[in-house]
């Protein structure tokens, strides 16, 4: 029921935590290793990268900046919702969008 994406835990690449998800209309049981969890509400500041998957890392720095210059903090964690899928369609030309959850 949406983009796929992945949720980073943290932004700390030494101990990494990532999940790898699909947004669902309806949350289905658990099954071993596989688990259905919310992503969390309130207010998020997002980007949207177009580009190659390894020219993403810029674009986290614009939103924190931005963040930050109204007040707000990210709360550590992130979400990368691929918009696209590169090897389909002409081009193949990576759309990334990233959100930030905001304390």
């Given at each position: 029921?949406?983009?796929?994406?992945?949720?980073?835990?943290?932004?700390?690449?030494?101990?990494?935590?990532?999940?790898?998800?699909?947004?669902?209309?309806?949350?289905?049981?658990?099954?071993?290793?596989?688990?259905?969890?919310?992503?969390?509400?309130?207010?998020?500041?997002?980007?949207?990268?177009?580009?190659?998957?390894?020219?993403?890392?810029?674009?986290?720095?614009?939103?924190?900046?931005?963040?930050?210059?109204?007040?707000?903090?990210?709360?550590?964690?992130?979400?990368?919702?691929f918009l696209n899928d590169?090897?389909?369609?002409?081009?193949?030309?990576?759309?990334?969008?990233?959100?930030?959850?905001?304390?």
């Open positions: 029921d949406g983009m796929p994406f992945g949720a980073y835990d943290n932004l700390d690449i030494s101990v990494l935590d990532l999940e790898a998800g699909f947004p669902v209309a309806k949350i289905p049981p658990g099954m071993g290793e596989i688990y259905a969890g919310p992503i969390p509400e309130g207010k998020f500041i997002s980007t949207i990268h177009i580009g190659a998957y390894g020219t993403l890392a810029p674009a986290y720095d614009a939103p924190t900046i931005l963040a930050a210059e109204h007040g707000f903090i990210p709360s550590g964690e992130a979400y990368e919702y590169p090897n389909e369609g002409p081009g193949g030309i990576a759309e990334t969008e990233i959100r930030f959850p905001l304390k």
